[in-house]
């Protein structure tokens, strides 16, 4: 990513912008470089947002969770990663029956952006973007006050 940014710094600089500003989306970027992957499947979402139904997603149970009557403890059981790619259901108990108060079912999804290897969390991906949009205003904020 760092020859993309390299290359629209220059872009912006041979269209006049000023080198304090130039300076600042350069440091926002270095700031956030660990998570630029995800701030990227974040905007490719983002321009195809008028076409969510072609937008694909990533989901499966991870675990499932249950109370038993009367306890503070949640039992938990893991669910094998690719699950139910083969299978079409989940066997998270044998034997006796048991009365249980409220089931969890615990999911993962991931954000899958065309031509993206990279398939973040949505909270992840969500996480650095917000983050790194929180530093730009600030940064800029701080800029536009001197």
Do not use: C, Y
């Amino acid at each position: 990513m760092k020859p993309a940014i390299t290359g629209r710094l220059q872009d912006m600089r041979k269209r006049g912008m000023p080198e304090a500003w130039l300076d600042l989306v350069a440091a926002t970027f270095a700031e956030h470089a660990g998570g630029l992957v995800h701030i990227d499947v974040v905007k490719e979402v983002s321009l195809s947002g008028k076409h969510w139904e072609l937008v694909p997603t990533k989901a499966n149970a991870v675990a499932i969770g249950w109370h038993l009557p009367g306890s503070a403890a949640q039992n938990f059981a893991d669910i094998p990663a690719g699950h139910f790619e083969t299978e079409d259901i989940f066997v998270f108990h044998e034997g006796e029956p048991i009365e249980v108060s409220h089931f969890q079912i615990v999911a993962g999804t991931k954000l899958i952006a065309p031509g993206k290897a990279h398939q973040p969390e949505p909270i992840s991906a969500f996480g650095h973007t917000s983050r790194f949009v929180e530093t730009a205003l600030g940064n800029a904020r701080a800029l536009l006050a001197t």
